[in-house]
């Protein structure tokens, strides 16, 4: 556990539940709706399985080297969510200090109760309540494209590292690396996404459950069909969505409501996030050739 370089501005939720909050408007890297909609998001999907875990967490951890990890290395999930990658990560390490800005830390509160080693904030980019340089492993999976600075959030979590330490990331990437197909059924995408992101909460889970199950899951079980009749074959990960094959339904929901719920969403090409993070002065930048895309690490 790191100390909090400061006093909590307040205390949210009761008893077990109670969490300090470093949240000031007036100083966060952040969009207001999008906060919120990720809060609704992440209280609605606030649990997953040890195998659904397991699937997603070796996907986004491939690149993190088993020496990295250790009984005395401190970890910060910055943007925790429903805190599944502290959960995922925290058996490897000393501790995680986890935060998120929004209503999503009573869910991570609640799924990581049982993990002694994972303490919950409320606190996110502009104001981390850390003094710099305090941990060996940084890490923000799927948070900096939301937000309004991307590449402040991304400068703000290197300061948090550690000289010798790593910064693991996970940025949408621009589809650099897909076809022409592909790239029209995206922007088909986008074109909902601004309308269902606008819609009541309701109607907004409503139909992104519709687009799980009416668009999401032909592509998957198509590619699930090639992969299976053809399993030497690898032309079934061209599919659209087939990065899904050995997601859960549950997964496959929860993505789509992150995808077509999230007000705010920026895409970055490969070669765009490495200059981001050269600017911060770190090195040995490794991105992972698998998806998702793209996820990265570096060294300060």
């Given at each position: 556990?790191i100390?909090?370089?400061?006093?909590p501005l307040?205390?949210?939720g009761?008893?077990e539940m109670?969490?300090?909050?470093?949240?000031?408007?007036s100083?966060?890297?952040?969009?207001?709706?999008?906060?919120?909609?990720?809060?609704e998001?992440?209280?609605?999907?606030s649990?997953f399985?040890?195998?659904?875990?397991?699937?997603?967490g070796d996907?986004?951890f491939d690149i993190?080297?088993?020496?990295?990890?250790?009984?005395?290395k401190?970890?910060l999930?910055?943007?925790c969510?429903?805190g599944?990658?502290?959960?995922?990560i925290?058996p490897?390490?000393k501790f995680v200090?986890?935060?998120?800005p929004?209503d999503?830390?009573?869910a991570a509160?609640q799924?990581?109760?049982?993990?002694?080693?994972?303490?919950i904030?409320?606190?996110g980019?502009?104001?981390?309540?850390?003094e710099?340089n305090s941990?060996?492993?940084?890490?923000s999976?799927?948070?900096?494209?939301?937000?309004?600075?991307?590449a402040?959030?991304?400068?703000?979590?290197a300061?948090?590292?550690?000289?010798?330490?790593?910064?693991l990331?996970?940025?949408?990437y621009a589809?650099?690396?897909?076809?022409?197909?592909?790239?029209?059924?995206?922007?088909?995408s986008?074109?909902?996404?601004?309308?269902?992101?606008s819609?009541?909460t309701g109607?907004?889970?409503?139909?992104?459950?519709l687009?799980a199950?009416?668009v999401?899951m032909?592509?998957?079980?198509l590619?699930?069909?090639?992969?299976f009749f053809?399993?030497?074959?690898?032309?079934?990960?061209?599919?659209?969505?087939s990065?899904?094959t050995d997601k859960?339904?549950?997964i496959?929901r929860?993505?789509?409501l992150d995808?077509?719920?999230?007000?705010?969403e920026?895409?970055?090409s490969?070669?765009?996030i490495e200059q981001?993070?050269?600017?911060?002065?770190?090195?040995?930048?490794?991105?992972?050739d698998?998806?998702?895309?793209?996820?990265?690490?570096?060294e300060?």
């Amino acid at each position: 556990m790191i100390a909090y370089k400061k006093e909590p501005l307040r205390w949210v939720g009761n008893g077990e539940m109670k969490i300090a909050s470093f949240v000031a408007e007036s100083m966060m890297n952040a969009d207001r709706r999008t906060v919120r909609s990720f809060g609704e998001e992440w209280n609605r999907f606030s649990s997953f399985s040890n195998e659904e875990l397991k699937i997603a967490g070796d996907q986004y951890f491939d690149i993190v080297k088993k020496k990295l990890l250790g009984k005395e290395k401190i970890i910060l999930d910055i943007g925790c969510g429903s805190g599944r990658w502290s959960k995922y990560i925290s058996p490897e390490v000393k501790f995680v200090e986890a935060i998120d800005p929004g209503d999503a830390v009573f869910a991570a509160k609640q799924f990581t109760s049982e993990n002694k080693n994972i303490r919950i904030t409320q606190a996110g980019f502009g104001d981390i309540p850390f003094e710099k340089n305090s941990f060996d492993l940084v890490m923000s999976l799927g948070v900096v494209h939301h937000l309004p600075d991307t590449a402040g959030a991304i400068n703000e979590a290197a300061e948090m590292v550690k000289p010798g330490g790593h910064l693991l990331l996970y940025i949408y990437y621009a589809l650099d690396n897909r076809g022409i197909l592909f790239r029209i059924l995206f922007h088909i995408s986008s074109f909902f996404r601004r309308i269902i992101s606008s819609m009541p909460t309701g109607m907004k889970f409503f139909f992104c459950d519709l687009i799980a199950f009416l668009v999401y899951m032909p592509f998957v079980l198509l590619a699930r069909m090639f992969r299976f009749f053809y399993p030497e074959k690898k032309f079934w990960k061209k599919i659209p969505l087939s990065y899904y094959t050995d997601k859960s339904m549950r997964i496959i929901r929860n993505d789509s409501l992150d995808r077509f719920g999230t007000p705010l969403e920026k895409r970055f090409s490969k070669k765009e996030i490495e200059q981001m993070i050269l600017k911060t002065g770190m090195k040995n930048i490794v991105f992972s050739d698998h998806a998702p895309y793209w996820h990265v690490i570096a060294e300060k």
